[in-house]
């Protein structure tokens, strides 16, 4: 069965530094991979998502994320964050070969974007 | 901007009542799902619906679980006999044509079994 890491529960930074998030799933066989971000109290909003092509992917405000097959991995970049920019991060990825869409998410990554 | 919507926001229940979470999902979708995440825990699958029926469960989908798509637009979970471990933030999904396309979320309900 699909799974998914996030290696980091809680990311510190300081405003208008670079950051990556890390996230490693554990098959590479025909995988969709999305980040996810929530702000409080709110739903999730799609950030950027994989389905083939080019490894690297880019999303709103600002953000990108490179698929490496080899690694198992889809770590998700922002080269300047801003405090708006805190929040919950999930990566996820879905079964591409499937009968549906279903999502398996990480634990999560707190992005705290410190002044 | 389309949106997903739940209802209530925030459900308080004592054990062994039923509860039904709402949803409307985007009106033009055809994928719908729940998922549920307990407090400081990941985002769990629950279901999967398509086509007027369950295209797919997770284990934590028992018979205690309902879903149903009543007249068109909403998209419910019913909890028949609630248990305390069934507190959770529970999540409506909905998705277009095909299982790979974006899946938008709703806000959100907290459900609280006393």
């Known amino acids: 069965a699909q799974s998914v890491t996030q290696l980091d529960s809680q990311v510190p930074v300081f405003e208008e530094a670079p950051v990556e998030l890390r996230c490693n799933y554990s098959s590479s066989v025909s995988v969709y991979l999305f980040w996810y971000v929530q702000y409080p109290n709110q739903g999730l909003q799609l950030l950027l998502k994989y389905l083939s092509g080019s490894t690297l992917v880019k999303g709103i405000n600002g953000f990108e994320a490179e698929f490496n097959k080899s690694q198992t991995s889809f770590h998700l970049r922002k080269p300047s964050v801003h405090i708006s920019d805190t929040a919950e991060y999930f990566c996820?990825?879905?079964?591409?070969?499937?009968?549906?869409?279903?999502?398996?998410f990480g634990q999560g990554t707190t992005l705290q974007v410190k002044p | 901007e389309p949106e997903v919507t739940q209802t209530p926001s925030h459900q308080v229940t004592q054990m062994g009542q039923e509860v039904i979470l709402r949803c409307v999902p985007i009106s033009n979708h055809l994928y719908f799902y729940w998922y549920r995440q307990i407090l400081g825990q990941k985002v769990e699958f629950l279901v999967s619906?398509?086509?007027?029926?369950?295209?797919?469960k997770s284990e934590i989908f028992d018979d205690q679980f309902s879903v149903e798509r009543p007249d068109g637009s909403n998209f419910t979970l019913k909890i028949r006999s609630t248990k305390l471990e069934d507190s959770a933030m529970y999540f409506c999904?909905?998705?277009?044509?095909?299982?790979?396309?974006?899946?938008?979320f709703g806000p959100g309900t907290r459900l609280t079994v006393l």
């Open positions: 619906f398509y086509n007027n029926e369950i295209s797919e």
């Open positions: 999904a909905s998705s277009g044509f095909h299982r790979s396309d974006t899946q938008y």
């Open positions: 996820a990825v879905t079964d591409g070969s499937g009968n549906t869409g279903k999502l398996i």
